[in-house]
């Protein structure tokens, strides 16, 4: 199995975060001035600050590495001050190297302080969304920035819902098990390389390279196009791993879950996910285990255990009968001989 490689960035620039708001996300972003080229102004993490303090002076613990946000309270504040006080209030933030100011909930920057943001290299940006609204994308977009990423080879498959990765040795079929599950009606995420991306604390997200994408190489066949091939609804851009799928040759002096008693995990980037290990046999229908182990998962996600009910009935049915022999007691069918 290829060793899997653990990544996360450092730092995007202003550029790149304003661009992917307007085009992606689809924030209206407007540049209120022009100090300069913007490819070296850097954001390093996803945490937002509103300066009420520092404008007021307050300085001691002004986190000036975060993007600042200035809302209704903070121009209001700026509004009722005058000219000289405007001046010294603002500059208390512009003596910082601050990533960036975004003005929001439609508000305005005199150009007097416009001017003085300019002069500190500062980039001033304006939106006419809501403060509090503004923030929320704007925190979601540099949460999955700087999210950390890890790169695990598999293939990854929507099965009724149910994020499904897909791993083990080079060559034993995970492609091929795959392309299966999307002839039968499920949509493919990746396949040969998962980029699985943690976000908050224990969900992690996959998706699949930029260039390699809804690409399949099959041994014996080829590349295939799934999207060409299958149409737009054989594939998913992401979706959240839920369940790992080890596939494994068949070992005979292996252990292998009988009755789903023992549970397996599997980590990726601190998460503990659970894993279902499958031997490889000749004529065994991986698919449909596939298809049985989403299922099932969904049960227990909805409150149904099939292992705790069976054992509840074995447990019933010992304190019934003791440690006598299993007696044959099944329901009667009237003039029923099929």
């Known amino acids: ?119 500190a290299g500062i980039p001033v940006y304006r939106t006419p969304l809501p403060t509090v609204r503004f923030m929320s994308l704007l925190r979601n977009f540099l949460a999955d920035q700087f999210a950390p990423q890890r790169a695990v080879h598999g293939s990854m498959v929507d099965v009724y819902g149910i994020g499904l990765l897909l791993i083990g040795k080079s060559g034993i079929g995970k492609s091929e098990v795959a392309l299966d599950l999307v002839e039968r009606g499920h949509r493919l995420v990746a396949d040969d390389v998962v980029i699985a991306t943690k976000r908050e604390e224990a969900i992690l997200m996959g998706a699949g390279t930029e260039l390699v994408q809804h690409f399949m190489e099959v041994r014996g066949l080829g590349l295939v196009d799934v999207r060409s091939m299958f149409g737009i609804r054989a594939i998913r851009f992401q979706k959240r791993i839920e369940v790992v799928v080890n596939m494994q040759l068949w070992d005979a002096d292996e252990e292998y879950t009988r009755i789903n008693m023992v549970e397996d995990t599997h980590e990726i980037l601190g998460v503990d996910l659970p894993m279902v290990q499958v031997p490889i046999t000749p004529g065994k229908n991986i698919t449909v285990i596939c298809e049985v182990i989403a299922m099932n998962y969904l049960l227990r996600h909805y409150g149904y255990d099939p292992a705790e009910v069976f054992t509840e009935r074995l447990r019933q049915r010992i304190q019934q009968e003791g440690a006598s022999a299993p007696r044959r007691n099944i329901e009667y069918f009237e003039q029923d001989y099929e």
């Open 1 to 119: 199995m290829r060793r899997s490689k653990t990544f996360q960035k450092d730092a995007i620039t202003v550029e790149f975060m304003v661009r992917q708001l307007r085009e992606t996300v689809g924030v209206d972003v407007e540049a209120v001035n022009a100090p300069g080229t913007t490819e070296e102004r850097e954001v390093t993490e996803s945490n937002l600050h509103r300066p009420g303090l520092a404008l007021a002076g307050y300085v001691d613990l002004f986190t000036h590495q975060r993007i600042q946000i200035l809302g209704n309270t903070e121009n209001q504040y700026l509004d009722h001050l005058d000219a000289s006080g405007r001046r010294e209030a603002f500059g208390h933030l512009t003596q910082f190297p601050v990533p960036c100011i975004v003005i929001t909930a439609g508000n305005a920057l005199d150009d007097t302080l416009a001017a003085m943001a300019t002069d």
